[in-house]
Protein backbone atom coordinates (compact mmCIF):
# COMPACT_ATOMS: atom_id res chain seq x y z
CA UNK A 1 0.00 0.00 0.00
CA UNK A 2 1.61 3.67 -0.69
CA UNK A 3 -0.02 6.84 -0.67
CA UNK A 4 1.06 10.77 -1.70
CA UNK A 5 0.75 11.57 2.25
CA UNK A 6 2.34 9.81 5.44
CA UNK A 7 0.36 9.48 8.28
CA UNK A 8 1.02 8.51 11.83
CA UNK A 9 -0.52 6.21 14.62
CA UNK A 10 -0.35 7.14 18.04
CA UNK A 11 -1.62 5.20 20.66
CA UNK A 12 -3.07 6.74 23.53
CA UNK A 13 -2.86 10.00 21.35
CA UNK A 14 -5.12 12.49 22.51
CA UNK A 15 -3.84 13.41 25.86
CA UNK A 16 -0.07 13.47 28.01
CA UNK A 17 2.96 12.02 26.11
CA UNK A 18 0.67 10.94 22.93
CA UNK A 19 -0.54 13.61 22.08
CA UNK A 20 2.29 16.03 22.72
CA UNK A 21 3.91 13.63 19.86
CA UNK A 22 0.89 14.13 17.76
CA UNK A 23 1.47 17.80 18.23
CA UNK A 24 5.28 17.56 17.36
CA UNK A 25 4.43 15.22 14.08
CA UNK A 26 1.06 17.32 13.20
CA UNK A 27 2.83 19.40 10.61
CA UNK A 28 4.58 16.77 8.59
CA UNK A 29 2.40 13.46 8.90
CA UNK A 30 -1.59 12.99 8.84
CA UNK A 31 -2.71 11.59 12.42
CA UNK A 32 -4.60 8.53 13.72
CA UNK A 33 -5.17 8.77 17.17
CA UNK A 34 -6.26 6.14 19.27
CA UNK A 35 -7.76 6.85 23.28
CA UNK A 36 -9.63 4.52 25.35
CA UNK A 37 -11.98 6.50 27.02
CA UNK A 38 -13.45 10.77 27.17
CA UNK A 39 -14.25 10.94 24.12
CA UNK A 40 -15.44 14.76 24.64
CA UNK A 41 -11.39 15.59 25.32
CA UNK A 42 -10.48 13.30 22.34
CA UNK A 43 -12.94 15.42 20.36
CA UNK A 44 -11.53 18.46 21.71
CA UNK A 45 -7.48 17.80 20.95
CA UNK A 46 -8.90 16.84 18.22
CA UNK A 47 -10.64 19.90 17.06
CA UNK A 48 -7.32 21.94 18.05
CA UNK A 49 -5.64 20.43 15.83
CA UNK A 50 -7.24 20.27 12.78
CA UNK A 51 -7.58 24.35 13.75
CA UNK A 52 -3.67 24.64 14.09
CA UNK A 53 -3.12 22.46 11.06
CA UNK A 54 -6.45 22.78 9.16
CA UNK A 55 -4.15 20.70 5.91
CA UNK A 56 -3.60 17.62 8.15
CA UNK A 57 -6.23 14.86 8.30
CA UNK A 58 -6.90 14.13 11.68
CA UNK A 59 -9.06 10.80 12.72
CA UNK A 60 -9.87 9.53 16.41
CA UNK A 61 -10.26 5.63 17.18
CA UNK A 62 -11.61 4.79 20.26
CA UNK A 63 -9.97 0.97 21.19
CA UNK A 64 -9.33 -0.34 24.75
CA UNK A 65 -6.28 -1.67 24.20
CA UNK A 66 -5.37 -4.67 26.19
CA UNK A 67 -3.92 -7.56 24.02
CA UNK A 68 -3.52 -8.93 20.73
CA UNK A 69 -7.45 -8.71 19.43
CA UNK A 70 -7.71 -4.87 20.35
CA UNK A 71 -4.39 -4.05 18.38
CA UNK A 72 -5.17 -5.67 15.23
CA UNK A 73 -8.77 -4.67 15.33
CA UNK A 74 -7.19 -0.73 15.65
CA UNK A 75 -5.01 -1.29 13.60
CA UNK A 76 -7.58 -2.62 10.61
CA UNK A 77 -9.61 0.23 11.13
CA UNK A 78 -6.72 2.52 10.87
CA UNK A 79 -5.35 1.43 7.75
CA UNK A 80 -9.39 0.95 6.36
CA UNK A 81 -9.50 5.02 7.03
CA UNK A 82 -6.28 6.33 5.35
CA UNK A 83 -6.07 3.56 2.90
CA UNK A 84 -2.93 2.34 3.74
CA UNK A 85 -0.50 1.32 6.32
CA UNK A 86 0.93 4.05 8.97
CA UNK A 87 4.37 5.43 7.96
CA UNK A 88 5.21 6.31 11.55
CA UNK A 89 4.01 4.25 14.91
CA UNK A 90 4.44 5.59 18.42
CA UNK A 91 3.35 3.46 21.06
CA UNK A 92 2.31 5.75 23.78
CA UNK A 93 -0.59 4.10 25.63
CA UNK A 94 -0.66 2.19 29.05
CA UNK A 95 -1.60 2.53 32.75
CA UNK A 96 0.19 3.11 35.53
CA UNK A 97 -0.87 0.65 38.03
CA UNK A 98 1.39 0.38 41.36
CA UNK A 99 1.15 -2.15 43.61
CA UNK A 100 3.75 -4.37 45.85
CA UNK A 101 4.06 -7.61 43.68
CA UNK A 102 3.12 -9.99 46.31
CA UNK A 103 0.09 -8.23 47.26
CA UNK A 104 -1.53 -7.44 44.08
CA UNK A 105 -3.61 -10.14 42.24
CA UNK A 106 -1.55 -11.98 39.45
CA UNK A 107 -4.35 -10.71 36.89
CA UNK A 108 -3.44 -7.26 37.60
CA UNK A 109 0.59 -8.36 36.23
CA UNK A 110 -1.03 -10.07 33.26
CA UNK A 111 -3.10 -6.68 32.43
CA UNK A 112 0.16 -4.80 32.18
CA UNK A 113 2.11 -7.42 30.32
CA UNK A 114 -0.88 -7.37 27.60
CA UNK A 115 -1.45 -3.77 27.54
CA UNK A 116 2.57 -2.19 27.82
CA UNK A 117 3.80 -5.21 25.93
CA UNK A 118 1.83 -7.02 23.30
CA UNK A 119 -0.02 -4.35 22.43
CA UNK A 120 3.34 -2.29 21.14
CA UNK A 121 4.22 -5.32 20.06
CA UNK A 122 1.58 -6.55 18.30
CA UNK A 123 0.95 -2.50 16.61
CA UNK A 124 4.80 -2.97 15.75
CA UNK A 125 4.23 -6.20 14.00
CA UNK A 126 1.67 -5.06 11.90
CA UNK A 127 3.09 -1.98 10.85
CA UNK A 128 6.86 -3.05 10.36
CA UNK A 129 5.53 -5.82 7.63
CA UNK A 130 4.42 -2.69 5.24
CA UNK A 131 7.15 -0.45 5.90
CA UNK A 132 9.95 -3.41 5.24
CA UNK A 133 8.37 -3.29 1.97
CA UNK A 134 8.11 0.47 1.85
CA UNK A 135 11.92 0.78 2.49
CA UNK A 136 10.97 3.78 4.67
CA UNK A 137 9.34 3.95 8.56
CA UNK A 138 9.60 5.04 12.38
CA UNK A 139 8.62 3.50 15.31
CA UNK A 140 9.01 4.88 18.39
CA UNK A 141 8.40 2.56 21.60
CA UNK A 142 7.23 4.76 24.85
CA UNK A 143 9.34 3.07 27.97
CA UNK A 144 10.32 4.93 31.49
CA UNK A 145 13.11 5.02 33.58
CA UNK A 146 11.46 2.90 35.38
CA UNK A 147 13.06 0.29 33.31
CA UNK A 148 16.48 0.79 35.26
CA UNK A 149 15.32 3.19 37.91
CA UNK A 150 13.37 0.72 39.97
CA UNK A 151 11.08 1.82 42.90
CA UNK A 152 8.67 -0.18 44.65
CA UNK A 153 5.59 -1.05 43.60
CA UNK A 154 6.73 -0.98 40.25
CA UNK A 155 7.63 -5.06 40.10
CA UNK A 156 5.35 -5.21 36.66
CA UNK A 157 5.70 -2.05 35.32
CA UNK A 158 9.74 -2.20 35.24
CA UNK A 159 9.08 -5.45 33.75
CA UNK A 160 7.16 -4.76 30.81
CA UNK A 161 9.16 -1.19 30.03
CA UNK A 162 12.31 -3.07 30.64
CA UNK A 163 10.99 -5.83 27.53
CA UNK A 164 9.67 -3.30 25.21
CA UNK A 165 13.86 -1.73 25.61
CA UNK A 166 15.01 -5.03 24.56
CA UNK A 167 12.58 -5.90 22.13
CA UNK A 168 13.11 -2.43 20.17
CA UNK A 169 16.53 -2.90 19.99
CA UNK A 170 16.52 -6.27 18.70
CA UNK A 171 14.23 -5.57 16.03
CA UNK A 172 16.44 -2.45 14.87
CA UNK A 173 18.54 -4.85 13.95
CA UNK A 174 16.35 -6.92 11.89
CA UNK A 175 14.89 -3.77 10.03
CA UNK A 176 17.65 -1.42 10.11
CA UNK A 177 19.04 -2.19 5.88
CA UNK A 178 15.43 -1.49 5.09
CA UNK A 179 15.25 2.30 5.92
CA UNK A 180 13.15 1.43 9.01
CA UNK A 181 14.37 2.75 12.31
CA UNK A 182 12.73 1.74 15.93
CA UNK A 183 13.74 3.81 18.93
CA UNK A 184 12.64 4.35 22.45
CA UNK A 185 12.09 7.12 24.58
CA UNK A 186 12.57 6.60 28.25
CA UNK A 187 10.98 9.70 30.03
CA UNK A 188 10.82 10.69 33.91
CA UNK A 189 8.72 12.64 35.31
CA UNK A 190 6.66 15.02 32.76
CA UNK A 191 3.74 16.88 33.51
CA UNK A 192 0.64 14.87 32.31
CA UNK A 193 -2.87 14.44 33.51
CA UNK A 194 -1.65 11.05 35.12
CA UNK A 195 1.36 12.82 36.86
CA UNK A 196 -0.76 15.63 37.96
CA UNK A 197 -1.69 14.67 42.07
CA UNK A 198 2.44 13.23 42.29
CA UNK A 199 3.84 16.46 41.23
CA UNK A 200 2.15 18.47 43.18
CA UNK A 201 2.67 16.29 46.45
CA UNK A 202 6.38 16.94 45.45
CA UNK A 203 5.90 20.68 45.31
CA UNK A 204 4.00 21.33 48.33
CA UNK A 205 6.39 19.15 50.24
CA UNK A 206 9.35 21.02 48.82
CA UNK A 207 10.47 17.61 47.43
CA UNK A 208 10.76 18.16 43.80
CA UNK A 209 14.69 19.36 43.76
CA UNK A 210 15.81 16.91 45.69
CA UNK A 211 14.00 14.12 43.45
CA UNK A 212 15.22 15.78 40.00
CA UNK A 213 18.40 17.60 39.66
CA UNK A 214 17.15 19.63 37.18
CA UNK A 215 14.64 20.66 40.03
CA UNK A 216 11.39 20.51 37.58
CA UNK A 217 9.50 18.00 36.09
CA UNK A 218 9.80 17.55 32.25
CA UNK A 219 7.13 19.49 29.89
CA UNK A 220 5.30 17.09 26.98
CA UNK A 221 6.58 19.75 24.64
CA UNK A 222 10.11 18.46 25.52
CA UNK A 223 9.06 14.69 24.77
CA UNK A 224 7.39 15.40 21.30
CA UNK A 225 10.63 17.48 20.36
CA UNK A 226 12.44 14.15 20.77
CA UNK A 227 9.68 12.46 18.81
CA UNK A 228 9.39 14.89 16.01
CA UNK A 229 13.34 14.31 15.46
CA UNK A 230 13.19 10.99 15.67
CA UNK A 231 10.57 10.14 12.72
CA UNK A 232 12.03 12.74 10.51
CA UNK A 233 14.30 12.22 7.81
CA UNK A 234 17.20 13.29 9.85
CA UNK A 235 17.23 10.71 11.99
CA UNK A 236 17.68 7.96 9.56
CA UNK A 237 20.99 6.76 10.96
CA UNK A 238 19.95 6.63 14.31
CA UNK A 239 17.99 3.27 15.45
CA UNK A 240 18.05 0.89 18.24
CA UNK A 241 18.53 3.78 20.83
CA UNK A 242 17.26 4.49 24.57
CA UNK A 243 16.58 7.92 24.70
CA UNK A 244 16.52 9.14 28.53
CA UNK A 245 14.52 12.65 29.26
CA UNK A 246 14.54 12.68 33.36
CA UNK A 247 16.08 15.69 33.96
CA UNK A 248 19.46 13.81 35.35
CA UNK A 249 16.70 11.52 37.83
CA UNK A 250 18.72 8.29 36.39
CA UNK A 251 21.81 9.38 37.12
CA UNK A 252 21.98 7.63 40.31
CA UNK A 253 22.41 10.19 43.50
CA UNK A 254 22.54 8.40 46.23
CA UNK A 255 20.45 10.91 48.14
CA UNK A 256 17.39 10.31 46.09
Known sequence: MTTTQRWALITGGSSGLGLACAKALAPEFD?????ASNSDRASAEKDRLQQAYPDRRVELFQENLNGWESAHRLFGRACETFGSAPAVLINSAGRLRDGLYISEPFQTHEAMIQEHLVVPMALTQLAVKEMY???????????SVSA????????????VKSGIEGFSRCLALEV?????????L????????????????????KLLRKKIPSGRAGRPDEVGSLV???????????TGTILTLDGGRSLGDASL
Not at 31 to 35: G, K
Not at 148 to 159: I, L, N
Open 228 to 238: QYLCSEAAAYM
Open 31 to 35: LALSF
Open 133 to 143: REKWGRVVNVS
Open 176 to 184: AHRGVTVNV
Open 186 to 205: APGLIETPMTADMIRHLENE
Open 148 to 159: KYFKRGQVSYAA
